[in-house]
């Protein structure tokens, strides 16, 4: 957590963006709330991929996967589709459908 009391990843990698992304975002006239479920929703989907949750929610659904992969926990320009697909999947899987459709911050479009 920042001082702000806003989420980050542990990797030192992933937090530099978070950090980037947190100085950026006032600029926008994002408001704390905003920032805060932005940065949540990025150090949810950080800490899934970097987890044992990922290869059991995956063996769960007949997949497997990749060895790059774990990678995209580390660098946030490592992240593909199928990772945020599989974390938002993993979202409704594990928790009400209402919290898990309110994850603004994974927008698939973002991530090419």
């Known amino acids: 957590m920042t001082e702000q009391g806003l989420p980050q990843p542990g990797d030192d990698t992933g937090r530099s963006y978070v950090e980037e992304w947190d100085r950026a975002l006032p600029a926008a006239n994002r408001p704390h709330t905003t920032r805060y479920n932005y940065e949540l929703a990025v150090t949810q989907l950080a800490d899934f991929l970097g987890s044992d949750s990922l290869d059991g929610f995956l063996q769960d659904h007949g997949q497997k996967a990749r060895p790059d992969d774990s990678d995209a926990a580390e660098d946030p320009t490592d992240v593909e ?6 974390f938002i999947a993993w979202m409704i899987a594990t928790r009400s459908a209402a919290t898990a459709a309110h994850v603004p911050a994974l927008h698939p479009g973002q991530y090419r």
Request: charged share 50%; aromatic share 16%.
């Open 81 to 86: 589709r199928r990772h945020v697909e599989w």
